[in-house]
């Protein structure tokens, strides 16, 4: 009985350990991703005028994170009976050391949010209030035209938002996307700006930073090529979505609705 007990303790603080790794992990390599290059910069400096202040992180793995029997750090080549007041070389190594977890989680990072959009994992939504609204420029092309340039505004009066995801589908054989241009957006951060011909269709994901926007702002402004004639629907797809600047993802997007473009 004292063994099956023993057992399942031994089995549970494994599975605690693997849960906290996990975790410290994650948050680790996105902390490591925003402050790992300034903290890399900032290390000589304050090394430069308190060195008593400054810590040595491979003496603070050595010692905290991974104990051995003999604590000694390579990087300072000493024994460890404190983690601060490296000597230089091992200033550089910290150095060297930072910038390239903080170049990989970065990287991570990147290809973490690369991969989330890529497969077409929607925005978090948390409730539904029809308070904005896409518009779009109605624009009329005839044959001398080859170009149209199709404007994605985004309307909230009365509700701060911090993002934007933009699925649309088009008519492949009428138009095809020469670019998306954002240059004059509203938004700042872009981490999706995505279109395929073949499929007819484009993803856009924008965001803005605390405290988020309101009223009336340009999205993008989405450059066709015509390639036949006749009229065209734009369709905004139901993964469309604006978020409130509230914390929560909260959906304010009215019905989007499809946008038509005549070419004659």
């Known amino acids: 009985m004292s063994s099956k007990l ?35 910069f900032l290390l000589p400096v304050l090394w430069f005028f308190r ?27 000493r024994v460890i009976k404190t983690v601060f007041n490296p000597p230089l070389k091992s200033l550089v190594i910290n150095v060297i050391l930072i910038l390239l977890l903080a170049n990989i989680s970065l990287f991570g990072v990147l290809l973490e949010g690369d991969l989330i959009f890529h497969v077409n994992i929607p925005l978090p939504i948390i ?20 170009l149209v340039n199709f404007d994605l ?10 993002a934007v995801q933009t699925d649309l589908r088009f008519n492949n054989q009428v138009l095809e996307v020469q670019e998306i241009k954002v240059d004059q957006s509203f938004a700042n951060i872009f981490p999706v700006r ?10 856009l994901v924008a965001g ?3 405290p988020g926007f309101i ?14 004639l ?16 509230d914390g929560k993802g909260t959906n304010l997007l009215s019905e989007p609705g499809n946008t038509k473009i005549s070419i004659q």
Not at 132 to 146: C, D, G, K, R, Y
Not at 230 to 245: C, K, P, W, Y
């Open 230 to 245: 006749g009229s065209t629907d734009i369709e905004f797809l139901a993964s469309s979505r604006v978020l409130a600047n």
């Open 127 to 146: 409730g539904f209030h029809g308070t904005a609204e896409f518009l779009v420029s109605q624009e009329t092309v005839n044959e001398t035209q080859p």
């Open 215 to 228: 009223g009336k702002g340009l999205v993008a402004r989405i450059v066709f090529k015509r390639k036949g």
């Open 51 to 77: 060195p008593k202040s400054t810590p040595c992180f491979v003496c603070v793995t050595e010692k905290y994170l991974l104990p051995r029997k003999h604590d000694h750090c390579p990087s300072c080549n």
């Open 6 to 40: 023993n057992r399942s303790k031994n089995l549970f603080w494994y599975f605690k350990v693997i849960i906290f790794g996990t975790v410290t992990m994650l948050v680790g390599i996105h902390l490591l991703a925003v402050f790992g290059i300034p903290l890399a």
């Open 153 to 162: 505004y985004i309307n909230s009066p009365t509700t701060a938002i911090n």
């Open 208 to 210: 803005i930073a605390d």
């Open 194 to 203: 995505n279109y395929s011909n073949g499929t007819g269709t484009i993803n």
